[in-house]
């Protein structure tokens, strides 16, 4: 899934093109959605495994929703470009971690 942004939708092109899934583009995943419909995204009990494509932005909004809530969160920074892998049980986000692009 991906913003309706062209530079989204650009960044999972390769990954749609290999794994032979369409890209779905997803207006809860635009730069200017408010974070509470991405966080509804992204504990849909029926989305599993997915690949989410958004804006720095939105993932800043949605980890502070994520900290308010009691989520240790850590770090707390989100470079250009970096992933996030969310787990999620019984429509809950359960741990957040940043992937191979890190702060500092």
């Not at 999972?12 to 899934?21: N, T, Y």
């Given at each position: 899934m991906?913003s309706?942004?062209l530079?989204?939708?650009?960044t ?10 369409p890209i779905?583009?997803v207006d809860?995943l635009s730069?200017?959605a408010?974070p509470?419909?991405l966080?509804?995204?992204?504990t849909d ?15 800043g ?19 250009k470009?970096?992933t996030?892998v969310?787990d ?6 359960t741990g957040?971690?940043?992937g191979r692009r890190?702060?500092?």
């Open positions: 991906a309706p942004a530079r989204c939708q650009q999972v092109e390769p990954l749609s093109q290999r794994r032979g899934v779905e583009l809860a730069v200017d408010p509470v419909r966080l509804q995204l992204v009990p029926g989305l599993h495994q997915a690949v989410l494509c958004g804006h720095g932005e939105q993932i909004l949605l980890l502070g929703l994520l900290a308010d809530g009691g989520l240790p969160i850590e770090p707390r920074c989100w470079p470009g970096s996030w969310l999620t049980n019984d429509g809950q986000v957040a971690l940043p890190r702060c500092g």
